[in-house]
């Protein structure tokens, strides 16, 4: 149905509904469906001094309903919550963005809160423009809130809380973002950008489908957060990118070829995406992570600031002050891909000849890119990693050294898409168009883009259309009912036979595919039973064994002795090897820094040093 059509199909609609409108409460607005007036009704809404009438004020949006915007929300709000809520009772209203002779609607800019609820949000406008943001949030302790939404369609972000220096909050429930990405380059397809200290970070029962990098909170850290119960389909990128936590559950999510490009063993490593990025070694990010927070984490949030002077910070939070759970995920990738994952896919465009590394025909795909080629480092480079690892290297050095890091059940490629239940999201026809597409992002010799990529997407692309349901209740891309609830749409993510969390006996992954109710408070509960049982247990079980190898003293000065002969490696806390020693009882670490590193004696027993 083009717009024409859905118009004056729409405008029906609008009449139909406003003659059952409910007497509004004090704090709510009933925002009229008229063209232009979502925006209007909002930048509008103040004193004559130009003070908000209400910071906390609810703008509803009616259900059955078609909202068009023509120019950009743009409200000084500070210390408020700007509330777009959509009405229960019909389907979501249709926030759509319809181009005014040629000018593009721009960018919604809020510096305050925002919560965005019961919404079906059209990212493109009508005119097939992406915006490279939709939302940019600023102002000190700024909330953005997301709930019982579906966002279709993402340039390089959806939401951009940035310019909030200190108190951020972003909590992402209930939602599905679909399609999210636009193929222009792996990095985009984000959710959210959060390039600052983030005080909260709620991720609960969502699914994202095509994203990129699909929250990205580089080099900050993030005080509490809890990722729940999430499907994560076909990223070409990091779901997280720099994992910096506090305190983090990351529990019962479904991820399906996820980052399932792989990283290449130079341009990743030192191009700053992970810290303990070291070029040859697979020491990367993964979709599951865990880092030191240290000076400048904390440089960049007052709250660790003596006396607030930025000249007195802190020390860095030690790693036994760090909380971090990861248990009952699942991890997947799809048979489709693996003619790229084996390298044949590129043996083919650039030659036997070519396909060479190191004087070895190579086994894995090949990156052509230049960004840090060196005559030590000559390009090509093996891509690593692939399909993407579970966790980066930190992460599996902490976990037993530190009994309040740990993970629990996790199944990281034991199972198969098919054993899920539902269809292979990652299809031949849609590994035909990904893998020559993935092939240009890594400059693959003779590589070219795909001439579509309608495999790959669930929707249509298509802003003048919504998916939602027909007169005979058939799921349809061109149905101006729009949708209740994510079931109304064609694809199915409910995995079939059930695998339920040891914690909060959920099904993994989203529950929004199957119906199921998901009671936040009720599994953030039990998760953090789970975790709190588990505490006794997580010191490395080996310790109560008479024959593992201890190190001592420790904290050591200098001379570190150990139980009996055995081979020690000793790594600090950037990654980097500094002591490797075979067969030895004693290790001088006098000529190294103070301060905290991880041994490994004989390749298994992971312990903490500190060197005084």
């Known amino acids: 149905m083009k717009m024409k059509t859905l118009l004056f199909s729409g405008a029906s609609l609008f009449a139909a509904t406003s003659m059952f409108a409910l007497t509004p409460a004090p704090d709510t607005v009933i925002v009229s469906s008229a063209i232009g007036q979502l925006e209007k009704t909002i930048n509008s809404d103040t004193t004559a001094k130009g003070a908000r009438t209400n910071p906390n004020r609810v703008y509803e949006l009616k259900a059955d309903s078609i909202y068009i915007q023509q120019s950009p929300i743009v409200v000084s709000n500070l210390g408020g919550i700007l509330q777009i809520i959509g009405k229960s ?31 079906e949000y059209e990212n493109t406008e009508t005119a097939g423009v992406l915006p490279q943001t939709s939302f940019n949030l600023t102002g000190k302790g700024s909330h953005f809130i997301v709930d019982n939404c579906l966002v279709e369609g993402c340039n390089l972000e959806w939401g951009d809380v940035d310019g909030v220096p200190v108190g951020a909050e972003v909590r992402v429930t209930n939602s599905y973002f679909r399609d999210f990405n636009d193929f222009s380059q792996w990095w985009a397809g984000r959710v959210m950008e959060m390039k600052v200290p983030i005080d909260t970070f709620i991720v609960e029962n969502n699914t994202f489908t095509g994203g990129g990098l699909t929250f990205l909170s580089q080099n900050d850290l993030t005080e509490y957060a809890f990722i729940n119960h999430n499907t994560f389909i076909n990223n070409t990128k990091y779901p997280f990118l720099c994992q910096y936590w506090k305190e983090c559950y990351f529990t019962n999510n479904l991820f399906v070829n996820a980052n399932w490009v792989g990283e290449d063993s130079i341009n990743v490593a030192t191009g700053g995406q992970d810290p303990d990025g070291r070029v040859g070694h697979a020491m990367y990010e993964g979709i599951f992570g865990v880092d030191t927070i240290i000076a400048r984490q904390i440089a960049m949030n007052p709250k660790f600031w003596v006396n607030g002077d930025t000249g007195k910070l802190v020390d860095g939070l030690a790693l036994n002050e760090i909380k971090v759970y990861a248990a009952d995920n699942i991890v997947v990738s799809s048979p489709a891909l693996e003619p790229y994952y084996n390298g044949s896919a590129d043996a083919t465009l650039v030659g036997a000849g070519n396909n060479m590394v190191n004087g070895k025909t190579a086994t894995t795909p ?7 080629s060196s005559p030590a480092y000559p390009a ?37 898409v098919s054993d899920l239940g539902f269809a292979d999201p990652m299809s031949t026809a849609a590994a035909a168009e990904m893998i020559p597409w993935n092939q240009v992002q890594w400059s693959v010799t003779g590589a070219a883009l795909p001439a579509s990529y309608s495999a790959i997407v669930n929707g249509d692309g298509d802003a003048t259309t919504f998916p939602g349901l027909d007169a005979s209740g058939k799921s349809t891309e061109n149905g101006v009912v729009g949708i209740t609830k994510v079931s109304d749409l064609k694809e199915n993510f409910a995995v079939a036979t059930p695998i339920l969390s040891t914690s909060d006996k959920l099904e993994i992954g989203s529950l929004q595919w199957n119906n199921q109710d998901y009671n936040s408070a009720s599994s953030t509960a039990a998760v953090k039973a789970a975790y709190q049982a588990g505490l006794p247990t997580a010191i490395n079980p080996v310790y109560s064994n008479v024959n593992v190898i201890r190190a001592f003293p420790n904290p050591t000065s200098g001379i570190l002795n150990l139980t009996q002969v055995a081979s020690i490696k000793i790594y600090n806390m950037e990654g980097q090897l500094v002591i490797d020693k075979l067969n030895v009882s004693q290790i001088n670490m006098s000529g190294l820094p103070s301060g905290l590193y991880i041994g490994v004696i004989n390749n298994s027993t992971t312990t903490k040093i500190v060197l005084k």
């Not at 090949?366 to 840090?372: K, Q």
């Open 366 to 372: 090949l990156s052509f890119l230049g960004w840090n």
């Open 89 to 119: 009772g019909g389907s979501k209203p249709v926030w759509l963005k319809v181009q005014n002779n040629g000018v593009a609607v721009g960018i919604n800019s809020i510096s305050g809160g925002l919560k965005l609820q019961n919404i």
């Open 380 to 416: 090509p480079f093996p891509v690593m990693n692939i399909p993407g690892i579970w966790e980066n290297w930190r992460a599996t050095h902490i976990e037993g050294a530190f009994p309040n890091v740990y993970e629990h059940n996790n199944s990281i490629y034991q199972l198969k």
